[in-house]
């Protein structure tokens, strides 16, 4: 039943993640109103598309152009100047969603006219015309949102672009006329994501002119360039640049004397692919966004399939540089100001920045090599931060730390002058930052844990090697993780997404190493878990496959074995020789205690664990002795055996721990909680867990548990322990607490 579950979670999991970016696209609405003739801006996803509403009786364009990122602003701006609007206040509207950053409006006069100015991350690809009650203006960017999230490009990537200034339009609606235009006999026109340049009366298959060779096509993928070589100088061509769209920046068209060949570049940003086909005399390049791992060098015949796949977004900020033989002369001071959810970080040079998130407590913190803040200090609380702290980290290197309970999402904007840090509300609720090298993620709540034990056989965990991620399925009474994503970024993982349904949790982990896989241990406090990292390298266990998912009923989401190998528990069977222990009608306790130490040891030894004992006869050995063999022997678990004598009319199994040990008493408690569940030994209730200055569990140095499995003193319970039968089923019990314990640790 739970296979069949678990083989079905990640298909549940792309349909209800699909749902809900819709969901979360409808709700991504925001609006600002503006006095003047322009009385509102708005923005909102739907779907693929984004659009922005500028409210305006006044439908008349007088200018609309698209400029290129340039030293003064690294993003795309789409400009709209709208005839006989009046702006009474010029500002800003900050969207930082989908590819749009912000939106400003300014008044402009002779002629009179509101401006508006859309900044984008991404390549613009819009169309704008009135609505139909003619109450606004729509500005609608196409696929702006798919496959790329809202993100700054990576360092570099803006090198080599064409400089082009703007391209007008006059009309409305403009539609995508903004990537058309002809240079000679090349003419670029837009379809849809296709972008076709065509050689007019050029048939690149041909010699060209009258040279007698061929013309070359050649996809320089790492350049980022399809380039057309024309032997020879043909006329017709004049030098000059074909503005692009969406899918290639441009055209440009240059003569190289050195060569005596005419070159048309058709750059792009992404990877793209194209087909070269014959129409008439001419040929037509037509070329789609995409990746089709084809080597691309294709010469005349070069036709690589078109694919619509979108090219990967931005790669990670680069790490570290190398700063550290930089003088202190040299290092530049860095200064951060703080201001409603951003962080604007101003040096002489942030690059090689890192931002990442830490733990212990959840922070995000953010790097600049090569620089050195004046002092010192810690801010105040920022909306989605409790506290800010600017510190040295070491002699190259200055450091933010924004410290949140829970974790904002947030994106970069990389500016000439420094990094601007927005955070955003994520909508995951109850997640915080794990320390990153084994803790990928901590999860809070109120008795998490103890929810944890109660549900932990209705988690399915699943593992999908092929997209890199690893999912959870919480029950929703466990835990409610909210809807949305954050960059977690430390070594183990990216990013985690959450959904919430009525009944279930979903925790989807994008990995960074695909081989790592997940799991869940009790945290330090009964109010957190902890996602930690399983080893990679670990080998199958051998125990039957049967036993494999789980021995306890309730914490089996993993194999028991795969991390309890490799650890040594320590049996100690209570009393011994001279010492009986406890004695009721002739029977002595160290009997019963060394044979349920015993069969345990059997148990744990056939399902590969390693297990030393203090006795394994009935020969005395004394309680320093006792601690000190499983100190000597570098134990990771000491579990003491013993049965009990109560007072009159008291029953049932106690477990006890050293007064300060936590890790003894998070052990005792699963030991206990175990002999009642699978014993029904819980007569004790919650006065079974006790702790206790015992010399085994004080002078053991690893976490000890002194188990009292039943009460000798009470006719039922020493009829149980007269039963070969329940000391055996103790014996498995407690094996299998001793397997989960050893898994925890
Ligand atoms: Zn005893």
Redesign the pocket.
Known sequence: MKKILSSCLFAALVILFAAAFILNAQAAGMEKNISGSVTKLAYQQSGNTEEIRIYTSHANILRQFVLEPNSDCKNYRIGIEIADAVIQQNGAFDINQGSVYQIRYANKQNPQAASIVIETTKKPDYTIKPSGDGKYLSVILNGSVSGQPAQSPAPGATSGKPASTSSPATTVPASNSQGTGTLGPVSVTVQGNTCLVRFEGINLNTAFGNTGKKPAIELREKEKILQVTLPGQDSRFSEGFIPGNSVVYGVLVSYNKELNSTIIRIVFDDAVTYTHEISGSSSVLKINRGSSGNTGSTGNTGVTSPTTTPAPAATNPPQTGNDTSRSDSSRASVNASFSGNSVTITAASTSGYRIYTAGDPSRIVIEVPGTVLPGEKTMGSGALYQKAVLSQMNASTARIELYASELPQWTVDESATGLKVNLNRSGAANIQAGDGDDVALKLIGTNIVGKYRKYADKIIAENDVKNNAYAFMFPADLIDLGQGSVNINNALISTVTTLTTPSSSFLKIEKKDATKEFSIVEGSSSNELLIVAKSGSETPSKVPASNNTGIVGNINIRNPQSSARGKLVVLDA??GGSDP??EFSGYL?KDF?LDITLKLEAILKQKGIDVKMTRSTDVFVGLEERAEMANSWGADLFVSI???SMPEGMKGSMTFYYPTSYKGKTYARMILDNMYDKLNMGAMGSSGLRSANYVVLRQTKMPAVLV?VACMSHPDDLNLLKSEAFRQKTAEVLADSIIQILNQM
């Open positions: 209570g009393h222990g406890a306790e205690n013993h049965n009990n009292e």
